[in-house]
């Protein structure tokens, strides 16, 4: 695949970005470089090498959701900037 400046400007477009000339070279470089890689890749044998799914055999190594201990509404509003004695106040986000 050869990398020039129609494919490094629809790239561009596609992502939102704006390069200048030297930019837009070193991407093309770069972009070479990547493409060199995978080629290379694609010269190694991979004839029954089973596809990786995951890093490890570990399976749902999440923990259980288990209630533990909770905060009292006094410990968590203890340093809370601004509170009323029950809740958070924070400043107004949302304009109408």
Known sequence: MQVDDALVDKLATLAHLHFNTEEKEAIKGDLQ?????IDKLQELDTTGVEPLMHMSDAVNVLREDVPGAMLTTGQALQNAAKHDGHYFQVPKVIKK
């Open 33 to 37: 470089k990547m493409i060199g890689f």
